[in-house]
């Protein structure tokens, strides 16, 4: 075990940190273990994300840090257990708005968090949310948008939602415009105003809080 | 063309007068000398604002979209595509909502011409969005991570041969030709324009033409349909030039937000000194279209400096010092920068109020900033305004935007230095909403 990568990543040290995943499998390291210091590290940049000492590029960074430790252990990952999974969430930028940035950092947030993230990507169908979540047996649907003439299309998926009663599928939206008065206007269950209140919202929700 | 005789020997200040008397004496035919009267006290209003007197009362501009059309029954695509529709409904737009500035006419885009073009930047109703969206902005990486030496050694070579094949489908043949300052010597034009006599260059060409002619209708609708409201309605416009902060063109149109935030880690010294490349063509950027538009208002639409975006440590080494300089550029041309921080600036409050930057000649407006922090930093400093959020205008009561403006003016607006606007610009909205700002605005901003 070494605390060398975890703080590279932390650092944001990308080169240092690829070189030290590549010796450590050299040196037949268990890439579970390898992992596990990753997810530290992108623990602790989430908790200063939080506390408002790491940014959006922050985030980034360590995620394509992250994107590039995985292509290597891959290779080395497939004899072991698939990690269990903490729940699906079926995400998508709702009809009407084709921004990607926000949602494809909550995408990246929820992963790296362990749920089973199904992303339908932008200008996504009302009908679309609903059928995949039908389909994928989800826990949460996540909706975004930038576009505030595109809230009234998350009013709809709520609805929708409600309609097909999706076995206690709950619903979160996200998004520059989005406030508590947004959540109450379109019927959504939660929002987070960045991408770690959003996990921090579908952890409770998936552990029944 | 300088914008008056002698302009290389006036102060910053002299040129601003004459920018203001040129904003205040417009070539425009006044229905009446009173709407003149009423166009000159509007223009007051916001001179008085930015120079930080109390104004008679306060104004109102807020950012407006596609919302003079579908406010007036009509769809996303008319309000672009159909002339007479738009021309029609922006009277009767004017004639109900009374803010004191024309609606933001720049923001309804001209997509005939992206039609003649092929223009791949932006979705349009019609072109990957439905009939009742606005346009929206295709972000990518149009310049790849390795090019920014392609960008600093020479931006209109990057530009045409580079850039502007990939966003814009017509001409994708730029890709082939020579830098234009190829031709140095007589000899070069042979080489030269070996390519414009082939068929796709000839082609770009005609395509060009079809674009020209679709701009010629444009303005002439667009100038006419201004200039009628103006003189009917006594409205000035709210900017005549627009510009963007170097980074923002960076992250905005060429390597895109997410290229950028990993090009500050992996390449910090490229990205600095490609801003640093890209002051001049901002500032030159601005002081040509508000030298024809004869309007010292400079619309600066600012993106990826907004809190979260970049560590502060980050805005101050990336985004702010290149900002600055064009700031300071376009105020040395006495033009006002008008700066709309969309997002929040909490966190930059401290930063934007830069000494270096003379008091009195700029506006901040905000979306999501907390105005009474804003109003701290910056009161007495530069004029303030916009904020009146987007959800609230788009999910609220009339009610709850009374509430809203009365509690905004008295926290920040009583000793002037502010205009009251939208914290976003403005598609769709409630209709009472958006009356009910302009009534709370004229209600209480009489009483500062």
Not at chain 2, 31 to 59: G, T, W
Request: glycine share 8%.
């Amino acid at each position: 075990m070494t605390q060398e990568l975890t703080q590279a990543i932390v650092d944001l040290r990308e080169g240092d940190a690829l070189a030290l995943v590549d010796r450590q499998l050299a040196d037949g390291a268990d890439p579970v273990a390898i992992l596990a210091d990753c997810k530290a590290a992108m623990d602790v940049i989430g908790d200063r994300f939080a506390a408002g000492e790491a940014f959006i590029p922050e985030l980034i960074m360590a995620g394509e840090i992250m994107t590039g430790v995985s292509a290597k252990l891959k290779p080395h990952l497939t004899a072991t257990t698939p990690e269990e999974k903490l729940g699906v969430v079926v995400i998508g930028t709702v009809q009407g708005d084709i921004h990607d940035i926000g949602k494809d950092i909550v995408v990246t947030m929820l992963d790296i968090a362990g749920f089973d993230v199904v992303d339908l990507g932008v200008d996504v169908k009302i009908d679309k949310f609903v059928a995949t979540a039908q389909e994928r047996e989800a826990q949460i649907i996540a909706m975004s948008c930038l576009l505030t003439s595109a809230i009234d299309s998350m009013k709809k998926v709520v609805a929708a939602a409600h309609d097909a009663d999706l076995n206690g599928c709950r619903l979160m939206i996200g998004g520059a415009p989005i406030t508590e008065q947004v959540v109450a206007y379109t019927g959504a269950d939660g929002y987070g105003k960045d991408a770690v209140e959003a996990v921090e919202l579908a952890k409770q929700w998936i552990g029944g809080a | 063309m300088a914008f008056t005789d002698g302009w290389k020997d006036l102060s910053a200040e002299q040129r601003l007068d004459a920018r203001m008397d040129a904003w205040a004496n417009p070539a425009v035919e006044f229905e009446s000398d009173a709407m003149k009267q009423h166009y000159q006290d509007r223009v007051r209003l916001f001179r008085d604002v930015v120079e930080l007197r109390k104004p008679a009362r306060v104004p109102i501009a807020p950012w407006m979209s596609l919302f003079p059309g579908l406010s007036q029954g009509l769809t996303a695509k008319e309000t672009y595509y159909d002339y007479a529709k738009l021309a029609d409904a922006w009277m009767k737009f004017h004639a109900e909502y009374q803010q004191d500035v024309l609606a933001f006419s720049i923001n309804i885009v001209p997509v005939h011409i992206y039609d003649a073009l092929d223009y791949k930047l932006y979705d349009w109703p019609g072109h990957g969005v439905g009939d009742n969206s606005g346009y929206q902005y295709n972000e990518a990486e149009y310049m790849n991570a390795d090019e920014y030496d392609l960008l600093i050694n020479d931006p209109s070579s990057f530009w045409t041969r580079f850039y502007l094949p990939r966003v814009v489908g017509a001409f994708e043949p730029f890709a082939g030709l020579d830098p234009f300052t190829d031709l140095v010597e007589g000899p070069t034009l042979g080489p030269f324009f070996i390519p414009f006599g082939t068929p796709p260059v000839q082609d770009m060409l005609k395509k060009m033409i079809d674009a020209g002619n679709a701009a010629m209708e444009w303005i002439q609708n667009f100038a006419a349909m201004d200039a009628k409201a103006m003189g009917k309605y006594g409205l000035p416009g709210f900017a005549g030039g627009v510009t963007k902060a170097p980074y923002d063109i960076l992250g905005d149109t060429l390597r895109g937000t997410r290229g950028l935030m990993l090009d500050i880690f992996r390449q910090p010294d490229k990205v600095l000194e490609a801003c640093e490349r890209l002051v001049p063509l901002a500032i030159d950027w601005a002081v040509r279209s508000n030298d024809t538009t004869r309007h010292p208002f400079v619309f600066i639409p600012l993106h990826k400096g907004a809190d979260g975006f970049l560590s502060d440590a980050d805005f101050r080494k990336f985004y702010w010092p290149t900002l600055k300089k064009v700031l300071l550029g376009l105020i040395d041309e006495g033009l006002v920068p008008l700066c709309f921080a969309e997002g929040a600036y909490n966190d930059r409050l401290e930063t934007i109020h830069d000494e270096e930057i003379p008091a009195g000649k700029m506006v901040w407006m905000f979306d999501a900033t907390n105005m009474s922090e804003a109003k701290k930093h910056l009161g007495g400093y530069q004029c303030i305004g916009g904020n009146v959020p987007g959800a609230l205008l788009t999910t609220g009561t009339a009610q709850d935007m009374d509430d809203y403006v009365r509690q905004l003016i008295e926290d920040v607006a009583m000793d002037g230095g502010f205009i009251l606007g939208s914290g976003i610009v403005i598609d769709e909205a409630k209709t009472d909403c958006v009356k009910q700002m302009i009534a709370a605005g004229l209600k209480y901003g009489s009483e500062v």
